[in-house]
C-alpha cells in the first residue's frame, strides 16, 4: 500500500465503525477528516478554491470570515494562502473541540510556511443555538455544516450569522443536496459513488458510510436552501457551483 493509500484506509476503517444511523465526528475522524473529505466530497477543492476566490472581492484587509462549522480550519487555510499579507480575521465555529484544536495546528503550520499575518478565535458552539462570538463579518461561510440540520435549525443558524454580519457582508452555503426528480437522483448517486471510489473508497467503505449516514445527513433541495437563507433575512441568493447533488449557493446581506 502506498503512503498516498494510506489515509483513505484509515477513513475507511472509522467509517465502518459506527452502526446504522450513527455517524459522529469523533476524535478518530479528525485524525483522518482532511482526506477523509476530499475522498468523499466531489470537487471538494475547486468548492474551496471557488470561496477563496471570492474573498478577492469580499474580504478587505484586516477583514472578517466567519465558518460556522469550520472543522479543521481547511477555508481558513485556503483565505490565507491567497491572501498571505491581507490580515484577514477568522471567527471558527465547530461544536467539536478536537476539530478546533486541529484547525489552530494547521493555520499555524500554514502561517510559518507562507509567512503570512492572520487573527483567529475558535467558539466550540453549536451554531443553531448562539449565542455567535464575533461581529460584522465581511464573508460567512456554512460548508457541509447545515446538511447535518434539520430545517428550522438551519434558518436559525442562518438567522444568527445574518445579525452578526456586516450590512455589506456575504454569505456562502456550501451542501449536499436532494435531486427532485428521481432520475437525476439515481444518476447523482452512481456518479458520487465512482467518484468516491476513483479516490480510492472501496465499496464497503461507501456502503458503510451511507448506513452510518442515514437521518443524520439530512439533504433537502437546492430550491429548500435558497428559502431557508431568504427566510434568515439574507438576499439574493445564487447558485456559484452546481455539480449533481452538490451545490454552493452565495447571498448577501443587503438587497443591494
Known amino acids: 500500500m502506498t503512503g498516498a493509500r494510506l489515509p483513505r484506509q484509515r477513513d475507511a476503517d472509522v467509517a465502518e465503525r459506527f452502526d446504522t444511523g450513527g455517524w459522529q465526528f469523533t476524535p478518530e475522524v479528525v485524525e483522518v477528516f ?13 468548492i474551496q478554491d471557488l470561496v477563496a476566490e471570492t474573498t478577492d472581492w469580499l474580504v478587505p484587509a484586516g477583514g472578517l470570515v466567519a465558518d460556522l462549522g469550520a472543522s479543521t480550519g481547511a477555508s481558513a487555510r485556503r483565505i490565507l494562502e491567497r491572501h498571505p499579507d491581507r490580515g484577514v480575521r477568522f471567527v471558527l465555529y465547530d461544536e467539536q473541540p478536537a476539530m478546533l484544536d486541529q484547525a ?27 449565542p455567535l462570538a464575533h461581529e460584522d463579518a465581511d464573508l460567512t461561510l456554512a460548508l457541509f455544516t447545515l446538511q447535518f440540520l434539520p430545517r428550522k435549525e438551519r434558518v436559525k443558524a442562518l438567522r444568527l450569522a445574518r445579525q452578526r454580519s456586516a450590512e455589506s457582508g456575504a454569505l456562502i452555503v456550501a451542501e449536499k443536496i436532494r435531486a427532485i426528480d428521481s432520475r437525476w437522483a439515481e444518476i447523482g448517486q452512481d456518479v458520487a459513488h465512482d ?59 443587503s438587497a443591494q
Do not use: C, N
Open 195 to 253: 467518484y468516491k471510489a476513483a479516490h480510492g473508497i472501496s465499496d464497503s467503505a461507501i456502503r458503510a458510510k451511507a448506513k452510518a449516514l442515514r437521518g443524520v445527513l439530512r439533504p433537502y433541495p437546492q430550491q429548500a436552501t435558497a428559502d431557508a437563507m431568504v427566510a434568515a433575512g439574507w438576499h439574493a441568493p445564487e447558485v456559484l457551483f452546481r455539480w449533481h447533488s452538490w451545490a454552493v449557493i452565495g447571498a448577501f446581506a
Open 104 to 130: 489552530a495546528v494547521e493555520l499555524r503550520k500554514l502561517a510559518s510556511k507562507v509567512g503570512g499575518v492572520y487573527d483567529a478565535m475558535l467558539s466550540a458552539t453549536r451554531i443553531q443555538d448562539g
Open 34 to 46: 482532511d482526506d477523509h473529505v476530499r475522498a468523499s466530497v466531489p470537487h471538494y477543492d475547486v
